[in-house]
């Protein structure tokens, strides 16, 4: 008998219907031997009507409140999914987060799982029951309700599994698992049997949203295996897990790619301690994400610097800066592009093998894509290219790796 | 500086504008010089659709999971009204029935507080904070969600009233107070300004439905005075309170009816003990409410029984009796009469004045209504008529007593 954790997003339980086949497929993994804790997110949509009605009375209501509205989204589910199991006879019970003992910290809206005490789940398993516990919240040393922002349900579902010992946890999604690239636009990738979870990080940043990135570093931190698997069907998913000597032996596991990507460079910089940092605060300050960060020293003496921001950012990225260039020199002048797209490779085999840079870069250049701004990590290599390329580059690089087979 | 607790019914929280309103009433008590804590019910029709939503799962879902997915509906109302207390600049919070300390006993669905442990509640006012308080909702002794029935939010504020020790507890709905009679019936009836509990509670058992009677039984239980007012205006209402020397000296307080009853009259019962047990019971068990129980040897020597009942329940009832009465002997039969409504007087007066009823039948019988059944209680009289004439009744009997003048 083994004991298995299984995550079900907003969609999964977003209808009457949709709440019956979450429970027969809850069912029929207890049928088949196994005991069962089910992680449920709200139904689809609540959680989006629930904001627009805080939003009536201001732009930034109260967080503790917030936390207080959004977290009945999930007790809703976890009431509906148990009694949907009692109409199957199947015994079950839902679990706050509160009774899950999921205590957190951080800001409202945004909590950290700190500990979970899984005494209560414990003894209602121990008694028989499916256990139906609510994503996405936990308590506050202080006892308030606490949510814990975007992708908190995978996270609930992750940290359940840690503590009460699961055999496996299963995030039940609307994709198979994971694949080497986005098969909408490679029509031949090839979905992954297992992947790192160093991989799956990198993929996580790089654009392939199928889970956030928190998720997998829990996960990772305390040794939980979970597997991405569809909720449609049966069939097989991916193994998120430690790499290990088996896992097939590839250079790249994946390519990942990311739309509507906008470079900022910034010129003129003088060449002294501390220029970067204020350039970086201001950017911070205005919470704008910058993900890829270039610098180097220019012929004329000056720096410079370039970063990648999502293109809806672009704005707000030069309100921001005007100010602090104008501070630092009358040289330093912004630059800007949109229209780009970031490719990534990610596989853990690159630590160990040359050459990867220049197959990627081969690839691109047989096929006329220039390449912009390059940056790598140890197990992953990114570069910008024009957005009206970025499939074709994708197609490209696949093709490049052999990633459509099997390795032997 | 008094301490204030207003419940809001979920007619007055139904909408974003209405919530607003409650918001400003709040802000207004505030501004007065008060510290306010408002107790608040789900937005007018979110329980019957969370009802609704159960019920897809079977008729009878566990009782366990609505408690956890009714209470669902006031968690949300009290974080939108501290929002909009926000709004207007007031510092608010939600406080849960978990965090009020309101502890249940009883079962699921149907709780009763046993106890309120008011230190949190306490020590958020005392930071100078509004409190908006789920009503309806507790915390069993396992620490499980437990919600309070029907009139719940009703009960949730006078019991919160006592556990914070506020001045008054003021119960804002939509009629104006408690009238001598309804006014849609006998246009000159009167607000009371004061009524005892003993008389609230043989008005609210008689059909005037302005709160249930448990919440004015815990009222009188725990001496807290409250008062029914409107939440449309800021007419004074009707202070609810125990008996005292300076109240109104009147023998009559008020005049109520109860349309769509029927009459069940069983005859030819064996004049033996335990008989009426039986007949009881079986209703009982069929979950039947009775009302008025008459019962009498008749000439032939065999009991006659006589119960009144809400209309809707006629046929569940014969079906009820039928097996009963079957058992109990081959006379046995049953009679019902449908089409009759109730009158009741009521009043603590009626202790030490003789000739009420004589004036409420003489009443009657100058306008030609014939009365059926009559039943007596320390404080009430009521009696049965045809339905047909029940507001001819009242207005009569309105009018016989002087009900629509201030008494000197």
Excluded: W
């Excluded at 409140?65 to 199991?85: F, H, K």
Aim: hydrophobic share 45%; net charge negative.
């Amino acid at each position: 008998m083994a004991l298995i954790v299984q995550k079900y997003g907003g969609t999964s339980v977003g209808t009457i219907d949709r709440i019956r086949n979450v429970a027969t497929r809850v069912k029929r993994t207890r049928d088949e031997g196994n005991q069962v804790v089910a992680v449920v997110s709200a139904m689809g949509g609540v959680t989006d009507k629930l904001i627009g009605m805080a939003r009536e009375f201001g732009d930034t209501p109260a967080e503790r409140e917030m936390d207080v509205l959004l977290s009945t989204g999930e007790q809703q589910s976890i009431a509906l999914v148990s009694m949907a199991l009692h109409e199957l006879g199947v015994p079950a019970l839902s679990i706050t987060g509160r009774q899950a003992g999921i205590r957190t910290i951080g800001s409202h809206t945004r909590g950290r799982i700190e500990a979970i005490d899984p005494d209560y789940m414990r003894s209602c398993l121990d008694a028989g029951n499916a256990l139906v516990v609510a994503g996405f919240q936990g308590i506050t040393p202080e006892g308030l309700i606490h949510t814990l922002g975007r992708g908190g349900s995978d996270l609930t579902a992750i940290a359940v599994a840690a503590a009460v010992g699961a055999d496996v946890c299963q995030i039940l999604t609307d994709v198979d698992g994971v694949y080497t690239c986005d098969p909408r636009i490679v029509p031949d990738a090839r979905k992954l049997p297992e992947i790192s979870y160093d991989e799956m990080l990198e993929l996580a940043s790089s654009g392939a949203k199928v889970m956030q990135s928190r998720s997998v570093e829990f996960a990772k931190k305390y040794g939980v295996i979970f597997e991405v698997r569809s909720s449609l069907n049966d069939n097989p998913g991916t193994l998120v897990l430690e790499e290990h000597p088996d896992m097939e032996n590839v250079v790249i596991r994946g390519v990942s790619i990311e739309r509507s990507q906008a470079r900022v460079t910034i010129i003129g910089i003088p060449d002294e301690p501390g220029m970067s940092a204020r350039i970086l605060c201001a950017l911070g300050d205005a919470e704008i994400n910058i993900d890829m960060i270039i610098s180097n020293i220019a012929s004329d003496g000056y720096a410079r610097h370039s970063f990648t921001m999502h293109a809806n950012d672009l704005g707000r990225a030069q309100a921001a800066l005007k100010p602090v260039l104008a501070e630092i020199s009358a040289q330093a002048k912004v630059e800007t592009e949109a229209g780009i797209a970031k490719l990534s490779c990610v596989g853990i085999g690159m630590r160990s093998h040359s050459g990867v840079a220049a197959t990627m870069f081969r690839a691109l250049g047989e096929v006329g894509i220039n390449i912009g701004m390059i940056s790598t990590s140890e197990i992953k290599i990114a570069v910008t290219v024009d957005e009206t390329r970025i499939e074709d580059a994708a197609r490209a690089v696949h093709a490049a790796f052999d990633l459509d087979k099997a390795p032997a």
